[in-house]
């Protein structure tokens, strides 16, 4: 069952954002939501009209960006030319025909027709789109079409719009406008997304799907400071109920064992006293060791096991520590900006520039997981270096996490990078739950593949740690634990991400921009 007792309400003027890790149910909600998917038990009513963006748009045999314009200004249309009859109607004096038009008024007035296709044309140019009618959507990549497809939807003036992680495919000007456009929308949003920075400036209640004490979810109020405070409370309770549990447990087990005890030797008399005084006290302690494991039986645990923040090893990197030297490095293609750039112990450093600029392509390079084509790379003073690319590796689909993990750890061994009393077990770092730990890692949400490579990356106890993208797929409360640790860990980290949040809580770090231009790209 991905989805259990949920009962919300979307209004006009609402602002929901729908939360939680990958695989919780999120996107399941919002198909419910529109129609799209029924649900096995309960209800789902709905008023007005509803815009959904998912997160893929396919592109069928003929569709051309028109084709979207014209579904987008389709009510829009039909309203003025229902006017216009109406108008015709009144004008012949046909009966009927003032009321007819006062309907046919309001319909026009409430989606702001006469402005429709001018809304399409400004939603188009605000999110960088195509705006060529006759171009076919099987041209254009999937980014280009969802861009098209989201501005048809911002400029059609539908009473409730869903929208499916709409931050996908956006650079920031497309990011600032589709903000701006959420906020003064007359109708009600629902958003699914991990963009912290979309959740903060847009979001106004919170309904998080993830785990809970009585396994329901969550709807808090207040924007993201009320989500998060809220949520911090929830598990804090959740904590102090399950060890007030776990410790009544163990109160319980330890009376059964001391009664235990005495049943066996404690209860029997001093060298030299009669018998008759061992069986007088013999049914007393057999009742009170019965009670007390009828009462160790009767309890029983309820609450849960609350998920655990994460925990980030103690790496023990040295302060100015020499790590990582790279002198005048490109690659043909990929890289055409010459990089040079030192990194010790304790060191930051961001990496920003537009896509293209060949960011991924540095971090690579850092990790010696690329060659340069002019330059050189160097690590020195044996220092460990770990690199979470954008991507996770061609795992064999049918490992369990625990094998994948102690593969990793031997190979690290073997090969001298750790040593045993350096090794961590998997749970250490608090990434992976239960359910995780025994799922095929072909069959994990991308959340959970993301997570367990971001484990196998900290057990290397890296004194460097190069990160690309390393929000991507992660909820944001977990992406707000890794920034505190990357800010607080001894280690060297790099980072590079368009997350603006991150950009934002790691604006003090030095940067290294890097650029595109057209000679470049030719």
């Known amino acids: 069952m991905v989805l259990s007792d949920v009962s919300v309400t979307v209004s006009a003027g609402s602002r929901l954002a729908i939360v939680g890790e990958n695989g919780c149910g999120k996107t399941t909600l919002l198909h419910v939501l529109v129609g799209m998917l029924s649900p096995d038990q309960g209800t789902v009513e709905r008023i007005g009209t509803i815009g959904v963006a998912r997160q893929a748009l396919d592109a ?27 108008a015709v109607a009144v004008a012949e004096g046909e009966e009927s025909a003032d009321t007819a038009y006062a309907a046919a008024l309001d319909a026009a007035t409430r989606l702001d027709a006469w402005d429709a296709e001018r809304r399409v044309d400004v939603a188009l140019a605000g999110l960088d789109a195509c705006t060529d009618r006759g171009r076919p959507l099987s041209t254009l ?72 004490e009585d396994w329901r979810p969550r709807l808090f109020a207040g924007g993201y400071v009320g989500w998060q405070d809220g949520r911090r409370r ?80 103690d790496v023990g990197t040295r302060p100015g520590l020499p790590i990582l030297r790279c002198h005048d490095v490109t690659v043909t293609g990929r890289l055409h900006q010459p990089v040079t750039l ?76 750790l040593s045993d009393r350096d090794i961590l077990p998997l749970t250490a770092t608090n990434l992976l739950d239960k359910e995780a730990l025994r799922t095929p890692v072909g069959r994990m949400s991308q959340g959970q593949q993301r997570r367990l490579n971001l484990a196998l990356r900290l057990a290397e106890r890296p004194d460097l740690l190069i990160l690309d993208e390393p929000t991507n797929h992660l909820s ?9 640790a990357l800010i607080e860990t001894p280690a060297a980290i790099v980072v590079a991400t368009h997350d603006r949040q991150m950009l934002s809580d790691l604006a003090s770090w030095p940067t290294l921009p890097l650029t595109v231009n057209a000679k470049d790209l030719s």
Not at 67 to 84: H, I, K, N, P, Y
Not at 269 to 296: C, I, M, N, T
């Open 60 to 86: 069928r045999s003929g569709e051309t960006v028109g084709t979207l314009v014209m579904g987008a200004m389709r009510e829009s249309q039909r309203a003025l030319r229902a006017l216009d009859a109406a």
């Open 476 to 484: 944001a409360p977990l992406v707000d634990d890794l920034t505190a």
């Open 234 to 313: 929830e598990r804090e309770r959740w904590v102090r109920d399950y060890e007030a549990q776990q410790a009544e447990h163990q109160r319980l087990a330890d009376a059964v064992n001391e009664a235990q005890g005495r049943l066996s030797t404690g209860w029997r008399p001093e060298k030299g006293h009669g018998k008759h005084q061992r069986q007088s006290r013999a049914p007393g302690l057999v009742q009170a060791f019965r009670r007390r494991q009828e009462a160790l039986e009767a309890h029983r645990i309820i609450v849960p096991e609350p998920p655990l923040p994460l925990r980030w090893p």
């Open 342 to 417: 030192t990194l010790d112990g304790g060191d930051r450093l961001l990496v920003t520039g537009p896509n293209g600029a060949g960011k991924s392509t540095l971090l690579a390079l850092m990790a010696e997981d690329l060659e340069p084509s002019t330059g050189e790379v160097r690590h020195l003073s044996r220092a460990r270096v770990a690199y979470l690319g954008q991507e996770v590796p061609d795992w064999p689909p049918t490992v369990l996490a625990h094998d994948l993990y102690d593969q990793h750890v031997g190979r690290l061994r073997s090969t001298g990078h």
């Open 141 to 212: 990549s999937v980014g280009q079409r969802y861009r098209v497809r989201l501005a048809c939807l911002l400029g059609a003036r539908y009473d409730l719009l869903m929208l499916d992680e709409p931050t996908n495919h956006l650079d920031a000007g497309s990011l600032a406008f589709l903000t701006t456009r959420l906020r003064k929308h007359p109708g009600g949003v629902v958003v699914v997304t991990h963009d912290r920075a979309l959740l903060r400036d847009v979001a106004a209640e919170f309904l998080d799907l993830d785990p809970s």
